[in-house]
């Protein structure tokens, strides 16, 4: 329950402050790109659940709703914008949303794509799928695109362990670190 009281406070704090760069990103999203500013994902929550995950979007519309590192030239589908959005994770603001309405919290594992059937099942194995999936998590902090998915499940299943309210604000305070100095984006 404090968990849950912590998510809703910091996302409602955040979406406070973070209101008129929201709405001078969404602009910039669809006056350098055609469609919507948002692109609405679908997501496996917990317990396998799908859920509808807004994000900026930083691709063309029509791109195949696939894992980034599937697609053969990922830069090649970028919007102008997109590249920065992603590096900078501001592409994932719009998840503010999925945390207020208790799809996803701060921390977790971060939401496997509908179709990333070999991710679903290895966390399923590990019991990661009983936990809420987080805007960043203990792999995002620990190589984030970089690392194999064994090595994400891994990773998720040692937070499952160790999941507690100051080891989010120890993963949140990493995220913010990571963000900062960019690393471990690959496109």
């Given at each position: 329950m404090s968990k849950r009281i912590f998510d809703v406070?910091?996302?409602?704090?955040?979406?406070?402050?973070?209101?008129?760069?929201?709405?001078?990103?969404a602009l910039a999203v669809r006056l350098t790109s055609r469609g919507p500013a948002l692109y609405w994902s679908d997501r496996?929550?917990?317990n396998n659940i799908l859920f509808k995950m807004p994000k900026f979007?930083?691709?063309?519309?029509?791109?195949?709703?696939?894992?980034?590192?599937?697609?053969?030239?990922?830069e090649s589908?970028?919007?102008p914008i997109g590249s920065f959005l992603r590096k900078s994770s501001l592409d994932e603001i719009p998840q503010?949303?999925?945390?207020?309405?208790?799809?996803?919290?701060?921390?977790?594992?971060?939401?496997?794509?509908?179709n990333q059937d070999d991710l679903i099942e290895l966390r399923r194995q590990a019991g990661v799928d009983?936990?809420?999936?987080?805007?960043?998590?203990?792999?995002?902090?620990?190589?984030r695109d970089s690392l194999a998915i064994p090595e994400k499940v891994e990773l998720d299943q040692q937070y499952l362990?160790?999941?507690?309210?100051?080891?989010?604000?120890?993963?949140?305070?990493?995220t913010f670190l990571r963000v900062i100095q960019r690393e471990d984006v690959l496109h």
């Open positions: 406070c910091l996302a409602l704090l955040i979406a406070a402050c973070a209101l008129v760069p929201v709405l001078l990103i496996v929550g917990k979007r930083s691709m063309r519309w029509g791109t195949p709703a696939v894992a980034t590192h599937l697609l053969q030239n990922p589908v970028l919007t503010l949303w999925s945390i207020l309405r208790g799809d996803m919290s701060f921390v977790g594992p971060r939401p496997a794509l509908f009983k936990l809420l999936p987080g805007l960043t998590g203990w792999a995002q902090v620990n190589g362990v160790r999941q507690s309210l100051w080891f989010d604000m120890q993963v949140i305070w990493l």
